[in-house]
């Protein structure tokens, strides 16, 4: 039976894109670091591969594109949300091509999609949590008010509420969903206030996980049929404090991930795919 | 001009106990006496004298025939007029008897007296009820009276069921006939008193009503049922004897109201022309079969084409206006998980309503959405898809969005095939819990604009305020985190509890297109917050100090009672045929409709109980809650925040009541009832309807216009000895009043502004009551009488009509200097002593410390007396006098008050309704009322001459739009006592002063919300009022 808004964290497919050989040196990045471009490339295999074979996704492969030096993050070219995908705009100028490749491939999956018409507005899929029963808009420098209008009138179902970002790159490069319900954020004190922001603006309740490296709250979380709650996490090594927070979920699948390469260039483990639920849209 | 009205207030509690106590007597005779109208027999009369006691029975005579009419009125309507002869009789008796007076008295009540005796029960009952609640918080009876007497001012606004007006006419007509008689004669009697019988009785009357209205239905089994049938028995009695005498029951015009139904169907019930909106809506809810209605509501269109709320307490006709009687039923209260209503009927209603608001686009759903609510609604009305039957276009005839494409057609027939063999109610269900997910289910939204001029929708849902701008949510406000909910004019403010990080409270406003909006939000606030929140609903305001404010209040059931009631519901599930709202208009009227009269029944006796109940508990818990927790928590620190948070706004009040609601779950909402009650009061404030006030209830005790001439010179002879400054308060009040009547057709029919007639004598009458209570306590007595009625009233000094800065200056020259083109209102707080054993006393003008008064009793107690006291003394006029108390404690007069009498011409036609009393010169007292102190006198007595030592001192002042509250705070210390002492002075700047008024309330509401163990000493308030001015509503 049809039920909306039913299995947060249900996915059957994901959208990802390889790593553009301009990103080391072009990729838009806030802290300048040598990126190793072999070992990025070797990381993000094996983050697909997680998603592709250890949780039986579907994956979509797009080819990188040495032009667009960020490509490998689509989360920030589409928002996807039932079987609805709103092509973003994105904050940055030299990100807005990427859309393109990552439009096409969900409309290949058959999504409704919506295009961002109004060349005031940008919205960066990372400045977008999702948490299954909302929408919170991260009102940062990629995103504005009126790129989150867009978003709420895409996807009328959900609330949509919006929060200032200041501190970060996005709103989820210091949180993100760790479970229904379960919102992992950072500790830092921007972030702290973040979520206090959501939990006021919010009709539901939320637990939070609270870890001690902004960066690390950003997680990915699916629910897989036979394996339950999975959650994606950054490894031990890269951070070695927030793993332990991680490993306190008991009733979750762990899979430590490591992007030390791409983190580099503000990279987070939610960036580099776009889950999607087709099962939701035909029944 | 300029009114200058100088509140002077000082409650003290042990007074008030005592003299609650004796007065319960005196109200039930004169209530009987004015029940008796006719027959005029008052005990009181006999106190004062041969003279004396014609012109009260006078007043009492235009009283009570206003009263009584009332009540006729609406029993008319609900239930043939039965004249009983014999009850006025009855009704006098009562009083005679427990005075021991009736036989001087008597003049042949006694012989009427048949259902005398039902009438002192229900009098009985209540008075001791009433002395009770106010020295035992949890007894709600005491605060009934006191409410009994807002409703009474409400219900006479309002209209009871459709009876009001023929009431007021009758009203009128009496008092038009006595006027010259009051004119030369002025009764003595305490035109508080008075008034408040008035209101009680129409209470009862009220109460009767209902409960004639629905006796036929049999109760379910609520608690509430009993409490109310008990009152009813005991009032009903009273309500046939006062009707009897009288005027036959007219019959009642009918109107046929056409109300739209969920299913787009015209419906016609007709209706007394002169009912309430409970009567029509529970005529809708008896055809529909409805019995958990409390979800629901009737709304018409105002002439802007506004949809309003149409208010089941008041008057249809008072609310519709000019606009035709249409209505639609819908639904007002989106119960956030439908699976728990009990009856899929209800559900189903439900539905349509959110079929409705999904195709109108008012519950924006995406496509996907769109369809699959769709198709349960085509599965709940067609059942399983049918190929044969249900070709393409079988679901054309549907609309399932706002605009409905072949694409979203095809998707709402593909998911109506998954759909197979849901039953309709469980179809139902499916689309309730899917639409209930919906962002914006239950969301009512009001356009509005925020501080800075940016379009922005205010939601009001059922967990708090919800703001948007375009679509984005860009705040929440939990009903936890909301202290307060008001609005002025066209702006609309909340109170906001401050965050972890944040000291302050703070205080947003939004402006609203126009005033009708910003009070239409404030409503709907009010009733969500009542509805979803509350254990019970909270009863109006009562009239504790100052309640100038609108008096409404959610007055159904709430959620929680709704559910409770909706366990008792005991039917086999009820037939009914579900249809596609747009194709078929399924026919209702034949439809036989199960007794749903019962429901009915009950819903309106909870209203009621919940109405006068409520207010007891209220009353019950804030003396008894608020005043201990104050003092536990506060330290002076906490209080010199708090009074900071004051001077940044007026509208800042502290409000403890929504903290300890804070994140509580329904179920502790439902535990810690006593506090939330408070909690609502508090946070329910906002600018005075139409609906009478305490301004207007002062008003129905002043003297008419062309007495005050006589009652002014009076008073000046008099005011060398004591200050009659009361007395002409309450002139002010009425020429107030009068402005307030031509301008604004409601204030035109609020029996108040009949009721004036009566008041000089009752003027009069106060005065000397006054004088009689100096010199003896029995005349202290019967201003116990009038202090019951208003026990927390603050006494409203002085009104004066005209520019005067000196007055101000004098009485505020004690406390701050506020400039004085302003109304400015001053509000001291003596602040209890630090310590906290000692708190209570209420230094009155931080002269004294009241040593007898109980350290121990709640400092809300005190303040009541005090209250009571001020009222005594507004009465007698500001007389320094001793109270005869118990407690003996002394008030009096710092400075004699001067008082100046000014004639005034007001283009009024206050008596427009009256018809024969046209007054277009109203003298005016002009008093200089220099302060009037009440004094507890504390045991010591000699405090007044020790100042104390400063300790501290230190002031603020905020600013805000259109006020400009000052704040002085000074510590001293005296006889080993320390002293916090606080004098906020308010300067609110505007045109409205109904506005004016409301602030003052509420100024005089946060101030001792804020310092609950501190007492509040004197109100004084000047104000400058332009006399025309826009009737609200």
């Keep these: ?283 | 001009m300029t009114t200058e009205t100088g509140l002077e207030t000082e409650v003290k509690k042990e007074l008030k106990q005592t003299e609650e106590e004796p007065a319960a007597p005196e109200q039930k005779t004169q209530v009987q006496d004015e029940a008796a109208q006719q027959q005029q027999v008052d005990p009181k009369q006999e106190h004062k004298g041969a003279e004396k006691t014609e012109e009260r029975s006078n007043n009492k005579e235009t009283l009570q025939s206003a009263t009584a009419e009332q009540p006729s009125g609406e029993q008319n309507t609900d239930t043939p007029p039965s004249p009983k002869p014999a009850i006025p009789s009855a009704q006098t008796s009562p009083g005679v008897s427990k005075k021991g007076k009736e036989q001087a008295a008597g003049k042949g009540i006694s012989r009427f007296l048949p259902p005398w005796l039902k009438k002192q029960k229900s009098q009985s009952q209540v008075e001791p009820k009433e002395s009770l609640g106010r020295e035992d918080p949890v007894k709600e009876e005491g605060y009934v009276q006191e409410k009994s007497e807002e409703e009474g001012r409400k219900i006479e606004v309002g209209g009871e069921d459709g009876v009001d007006k023929p009431a007021e006419d009758r009203r009128s007509l009496p008092q038009d006939s006595k006027a010259d008689e009051k004119e030369e004669k002025h009764s003595i009697n305490s035109a508080k008193t008075e008034p408040a019988k008035e209101e009680t009785r129409k209470d009862t009357l009220e109460k009767d009503a209902d409960l004639e209205e629905e006796e036929d239905k049999n109760g379910a089994g609520e608690e509430i049922q009993k409490m109310i049938k008990e009152e009813a028995k005991v009032q009903k009695p009273e309500l046939k004897a006062e009707k009897s005498p009288e005027k036959p029951p007219k019959k009642m015009k009918t109107v046929v109201c056409k109300v739209m139904m969920l299913e787009g169907t015209e419906f016609p019930f007709e209706v007394e022309k002169r009912a309430k909106g409970q009567v029509l809506f529970n005529k809708v809810c008896e055809n529909l079969n409805l019995l958990e209605k409390d979800y629901f509501g009737l709304t018409y269109r105002s002439n802007n084409d506004q949809k309003n709320w149409l208010d089941p307490a008041k008057e249809i006709k008072r609310q519709i206006r000019s606009s035709p009687w249409q209505f639609a039923f819908s639904v007002k209260f989106y119960p956030p998980d439908p699976s728990q209503l009990t009856e899929d009927i209800t559900r189903y209603y439900l539905c349509l309503q959110l079929r409705q608001d999904i195709a109108s686009g008012c519950l924006p759903c995406s496509f996907v959405t769109h369809a699959l609510l769709g198709s349960y609604s085509l599965q709940a009305e067609l059942g399983d898809y049918d190929p044969e039957e249900h070709r393409v276009d079988y679901i054309s005839n549907f609309q399932f969005a706002p605009t409905q494409t072949k694409e979203l057609e095809e998707k709402v027939i593909e998911l109506h095939k998954t759909h197979r063999g849901l039953t309709p109610a469980q179809a139902d269900n499916q689309f309730l819990e899917n639409a209930k997910k919906l962002s914006m289910y239950g969301v009512d939204l009001h356009h509005a604009k925020d501080s800075e001029g940016v379009d922005i929708m205010l939601g009001v849902c059922a967990s708090g305020l919800l703001v948007y701008k375009d679509k984005l949510r860009i705040n929440r406000f939990a009903w936890p985190k909301i202290l307060k909910v008001s609005y002025k004019r066209s702006n609309f403010y909340i109170k906001v509890r401050p965050g972890e990080t944040e000291q302050f409270e703070s205080m947003i406003g939004f402006k609203l297109p126009n005033h009708r909006a910003a009070k239409r939000l404030w409503k709907v606030c009010v009733e969500h917050h009542t509805f979803f929140r509350l254990a019970s609903p909270e009863q109006p305001p009562k009239a504790k100090f100052l309640t100038l404010g609108s008096k409404f209040r959610y007055s159904g059931r709430t959620q929680a009672q709704t559910r409770q009631a909706s366990t008792l519901i005991d039917r086999p599930a009820p037939y009914f045929k579900r249809t596609s709202s747009n194709r078929v208009s399924r026919s209702l009227d034949g439809a036989p409709v199960v007794s749903v009269t019962n429901h009915s029944l009950v819903d309106s006796l909870a209203a009621e109980i919940n109405g006068k109940g409520d207010a007891a508990d209220k009353d019950n818990a804030e003396e008894a809650g608020t005043p201990f927790r104050t003092q536990m928590e506060l330290s002076p620190e906490s209080k010199s925040k708090s009074l900071r948070i004051k001077g940044e706004n007026i509208y800042v009040r502290h409000s403890n009541l929504m903290l300890e609601d804070l994140d509580k779950t329904q179920e502790e909402v439902l535990k810690h009832h006593a506090s939330i009650c408070e909690l609502k009061r508090s946070f329910m404030e906002s600018t005075p309807e139409p609906r009478p006030s305490q301004w207007e209830k002062r008003l129905a005790t002043t003297l008419p216009p062309m007495t005050l001439g006589t009652s002014d010179e009076k008073q000046k002879a008099e005011m060398g000895e004591e200050v009659e400054v009361v007395i002409e308060e309450t002139v002010i009040e009425e020429i107030r009043r009068t402005a307030k009547l031509k301008n604004s057709p409601d204030m035109t029919k609020s029996p108040a502004a009949a009721i004036p007639s009566g008041e000089g004598e009752e003027e009069k009458a106060l005065k000397e009551q006054a004088s009689k209570a100096n010199t003896s306590s029995d005349s202290h007595s019967e201003s116990e009488d009038e202090a019951d009625y208003h026990p927390q009233l603050v006494k409203v000094a002085v009104d004066q009509i005209r520019e005067e800065s000196e007055e101000n200056d004098e009485e505020l020259g004690k406390e701050s200097q506020v400039p004085m083109e302003h109304p400015a209102e001053g509000i001291l707080l003596p602040p209890p002593p630090e310590v906290q054993g000692v708190a209570d006393e209420e230094k009155q003008e931080c002269k004294a410390h009241g040593e007898d008064e109980a350290l121990s009793s709640p400092a809300e107690k005190k303040t009541e007396q005090e209250a009571e006291k001020t009222e005594e003394l507004k009465v007698n006029g500001e007389v320094s006098r001793s109270v005869s108390e118990v407690n003996t404690q002394v008030i009096y007069c710092s400075e004699p008050p001067v008082v100046k009498t000014e004639i005034v011409t007001i283009s009024d036609t206050f008596a427009g309704q009256k018809t024969d009393i046209s007054t277009t010169e109203v003298p005016i007292v002009h008093t200089e009322t220099k302060t009037i102190t009440y004094e507890a006198s504390q045991l010591d007595g000699s405090e007044d001459g020790e100042p104390g030592i400063l300790m501290s001192a230190q002031t603020i002042t905020a600013e805000s739009l259109c006020t400009t509250t000052t704040t002085h705070i000074t510590k001293s210390v005296k006889g080993g006592l320390s002293e916090t002492r606080i004098e906020k002075r308010i300067v609110i700047t505007g045109d409205a002063d109904i506005d004016h008024d409301q602030a003052l309330a509420q100024a005089i509401k946060e101030a001792k919300e804020q310092h609950p163990d501190m007492s509040v000493t004197r109100v004084v308030v000047h104000k400058e009022t332009e006399l025309t001015e826009e009737g609200e509503d």
Excluded: W
């Design chain 1, 1 to 283: 039976m049809a039920e909306l808004m039913a299995g947060f964290g249900v996915f059957t497919h994901a959208l990802v894109r390889g790593i553009a050989s301009s990103l080391p040196k072009e990729a838009l990045r806030m802290s300048s670091a040598d990126v190793d471009l072999s070992r990025a490339r070797h990381e993000h295999d094996i983050y697909v591969g997680v998603l592709k074979h250890k949780l039986g996704l579907q994956v979509i492969e797009l080819p990188a594109d040495d032009t667009l030096p960020d490509c490998v993050f689509v989360e920030d070219a589409a928002v996807v949300c039932g079987d609805t995908a709103l092509i973003t705009r994105p904050g940055a100028p030299s990100r807005r091509d990427e859309t393109e490749a990552v439009r096409k491939a969900l409309k290949n999956l058959g999504l409704n999609i919506v295009d961002i018409a109004d060349d005031t507005a940008t919205l960066d899929g990372g400045d977008v949590l999702f948490t299954g029963r909302e929408f919170f808009v991260g009102l940062s420098k990629r995103t504005n008010q009126r790129g989150a209008e867009i978003l709420a009138d895409t996807f009328k179902d959900y609330a949509v509420s919006t929060v200032p970002v200041c501190d970060n790159l996005h709103l989820k490069s210091f949180c993100s969903m760790a479970g229904p319900g379960l919102i992992a954020i950072g500790s830092s004190e921007p972030a702290q206030k973040v979520l206090k922001i959501m939990q006021q603006m919010s009709d539901h309740r939320y637990d939070k996980l609270t870890i001690p490296d902004d960066t690390a709250a950003n997680c990915v979380y699916l629910n897989i049929p036979n394996k339950g709650h999975v959650v994606l996490h950054r490894t031990p090594e890269e951070f070695p404090e927030s793993a332990k927070v991680f490993e306190k979920l008991k009733e979750h699948m762990l899979i430590p991930v490591a992007i030390t390469e791409t983190a580099k260039v503000d990279g987070a483990l939610t960036c580099m795919s776009i889950l999607i639920n087709m099962k939701s849209n035909t029944q």
